[in-house]
């Protein structure tokens, strides 16, 4: 019983960092991506995540994420670069 206490102690501040990341990316699960969208115009993103995510289309960073060899990176860049998208008045984003 001790050692489970300090186990736990021990690794307590990598657990609370494990579940902070599996709430953010459940959050992130259904972030619309425009059917629009220019995956090359998105800065960062490897040659071979431009050419799967046009070829695919998903609908939300859930879908991406899920597509075989799209990285956690990558979507952070889709991610960002949906934040700095153009918005109008209405607080939506502007098609480019």
Sequence with gaps: MVEQVEILA???GYIDR???EVQRRASQEDTPLPPEMDYAAV??????AQQKLT???PMSLGQAARIQGITPATISLLLVHLKR???NASGNPVAA
């Design 85 to 87: 998208r153009p918005r």
């Design 10 to 12: 021990k690794y307590q």
């Design 18 to 20: 494990q579940a902070d």
């Design 55 to 57: 070829a695919i289309r």
């Design 43 to 48: 800065r960062g993103l490897s040659i071979e």
